[in-house]
């Protein structure tokens, strides 16, 4: 199978708890994945072996502006506008992210893949996989509706409004997003998790949520003198049927 993995050009959003380990894995396993990037995160992805496709832009704001200065006499209607406008800026952006998805999906149609896998905020990828008409899997964040309150109800239809227009340009329906409720990447096929279920203990899981644990560690080689493994003898003793 032939993979495009696709993150933000930060170390932290290689991870999400186990991303880049997948991906190693899935390498290891005979399958083909290239990982798409920007080239911030080359060497990270280079040194497991994987092959990398630089990108560009890739979506996400980086770096991100100065810490927003509001007027002591602005109302707090605007001031509340003016930060949803920077939080979607982060990641959604009508302008980067269109630039995004050009590059990206040039990339995926010289390499041909048959999944995209991509993590929460690279809006890029779930719009591309619409457009290569291949499955996408988001990893990393649990599949859920978000509802929309008092509180998300401008950036919501902020965010709703933005992506409309980068849809609407690329002739994409948005398969790989919530159709209701404020905007997100939601796969109909696969969301990977590797944190415990406990951590989102808020949210009610979609069935396409799968936990997968992370990666999992051999057992410590202790020497037979050493406290430690003194220790461990005794809790096994104690955990005996007496």
Same mark, same amino acid.
């Given at each position: 199978?032939?993979? !495009?993995?696709?993150?933000?050009?930060?170390?932290?959003?290689?991870?999400?708890?186990?991303?880049?380990?997948?991906? %190693?894995?899935?390498?290891? =396993?005979?399958?083909? %994945? @290239? @990982?798409?990037? /920007?080239?911030?995160? =080359?060497?990270?992805?280079?040194?497991? /072996?994987?092959?990398?496709?630089?990108?560009?832009?890739?979506?996400?704001?980086?770096?991100?502006?100065?810490?927003?200065?509001?007027?002591?006499?602005?109302?707090?209607?605007? +001031?509340?506008?003016?930060?949803?406008? =920077?939080?979607?800026?982060? @990641?959604?952006?009508?302008?980067?992210?269109? =630039?995004?998805?050009?590059?990206?999906?040039?990339? /995926? +149609?010289?390499?041909?893949?048959? !999944?995209?896998?991509?993590?929460?905020?690279?809006?890029?990828?779930?719009?591309?996989?619409?457009?290569?008409?291949?499955p996408f899997a988001v990893v990393g964040w649990p599949a859920y509706q978000a509802e929309i309150s008092d509180a998300t109800v401008v950036i919501s239809e902020m965010a709703r409004g933005r992506l409309d227009a980068i849809l609407q340009k690329f002739g994409a329906s948005g398969t790989n997003w919530t159709t209701s409720g404020p905007p997100a990447l939601l796969s109909p096929h696969l969301h990977l998790?590797?944190?415990?279920?406990?951590?989102?203990?808020?949210?009610?899981?979609?069935? +396409?949520? %799968?936990? %997968? /644990?992370?990666?999992?560690?051999?057992?410590?080689?202790?020497?037979?003198?050493?406290?430690?493994?003194?220790?461990?003898? !005794?809790?096994?003793?104690?955990? !005996?049927?007496?």
């Amino acid at each position: 199978m032939r993979i !495009l993995a696709a993150s933000a050009q930060l170390p932290g959003h290689l991870d999400w708890g186990g991303y880049l380990d997948t991906a %190693v894995e899935l390498a290891r =396993r005979g399958h083909q %994945v @290239w @990982w798409a990037s /920007g080239d911030a995160v =080359r060497s990270p992805i280079e040194r497991t /072996g994987l092959a990398f496709h630089q990108l560009t832009e890739t979506g996400w704001r980086w770096p991100p502006p100065p810490p927003l200065t509001m007027p002591p006499d602005m109302d707090a209607e605007t +001031q509340q506008r003016l930060r949803a406008e =920077r939080a979607l800026d982060q @990641w959604l952006d009508v302008d980067r992210v269109s =630039r995004a998805v050009t590059e990206l999906l040039a990339a /995926g +149609q010289a390499f041909q893949p048959d !999944l995209v896998l991509g993590e929460n905020f690279m809006s890029a990828a779930a719009i591309v996989a619409e457009r290569l008409d291949v499955p996408f899997a988001v990893v990393g964040w649990p599949a859920y509706q978000a509802e929309i309150s008092d509180a998300t109800v401008v950036i919501s239809e902020m965010a709703r409004g933005r992506l409309d227009a980068i849809l609407q340009k690329f002739g994409a329906s948005g398969t790989n997003w919530t159709t209701s409720g404020p905007p997100a990447l939601l796969s109909p096929h696969l969301h990977l998790t590797f944190w415990c279920p406990r951590w989102y203990s808020s949210l009610s899981f979609l069935p +396409q949520t %799968v936990h %997968v /644990g992370g990666r999992a560690k051999a057992p410590p080689q202790l020497d037979a003198q050493d406290p430690s493994a003194q220790l461990l003898n !005794l809790e096994a003793i104690a955990d !005996l049927p007496w």
